[in-house]
């Protein structure tokens, strides 16, 4: 199971002009991908211009949204231009976690309706697909057609629409952010519906974990996901490690229940929590050289 690592662009008051030394030194230390989480209506940045921010600072490290909210974004092209974009400019390195989005308040600031969101997902993401493989023409000729499967494409969603969608459509599922028998219930459902529409290989599940250490990381982490996710705190809080041994626990469950990655990511925007949780990864035998691996 590979270990990546979040960027705190959406953790208010973070000072948002360290990012790059972030995504500079999450490298550096091994993590094997760079996440952003998506909230419109919050104190945060956009995700993709965070990620583009990581991208000109990095060289190697997987660049993930788990994940970027679709529908409000309302026009398809303009989205498919954005992140072929950055899935240009980082050299391949963007694999774009996709979902409805599940903040109504999104919604209502975008005037967007949460009607019939599920078929205007389908809906844009098949004109992105036909962007990124150059079918999408105007006068002056074809968008700029990109490799095979780029961007990477991830889904998020619980219901059966949002497996098969991953399943025809794209490479693997996020799971939610806190939960273990989610990503179990989750990951079987992903390769059965995987398995239904003949996909060769298997499904990639992602998902993603808080974290906080140092001194008062219980607090300091509870401040946050209490202010982030207001009603679904408490069950984020219990699966957000604040010691070694919550880390170990957890990243072991994970492991066990099919996750293929873990994205950490912080409660706060202190750089030193990157090496907190590095020195954490080392002392339970998970390395830096090449990637950090959990066997």
Known sequence: MKIGMGLPAAVPDADVTV????????????FCSLGVIDRLVYDSLDPLVALTAAAARTERVELLTTVLNVPYRLNAVVLATQLGSLDRLSGGRLTAGLALGGWPEDYEASEVSRRGLGAAMDAMVATMQRAWDGKLAGASGPLPALPPDRPGLLFGGLVPAAFTRAATAGQGWVAPSFGIQQVVDGGAAITAAWER???????????????????????????????????????????????????????????????????LMPCTGDLAQLALAAEVLDGMGIGAKPDRVLR
């Open 197 to 263: 529409v003949g996909r060769a290989g298997r499904p990639r599940v992602v998902t993603v974990r808080y974290f906080c250490f140092g001194p008062g990381a219980a607090e300091h982490a509870a401040h946050y996901l209490r202010h982030y996710y207001l009603d679904y705190a408490p069950m984020v809080e219990a699966d957000t490690p604040t010691t070694p041994e919550h880390l170990e626990a957890e990243l072991a469950r994970l492991r066990d229940a099919g996750a293929d990655d873990v994205v």
């Open 19 to 30: 990012l790059g030394e972030w995504a500079a030194t999450s490298e550096r230390l091994g």
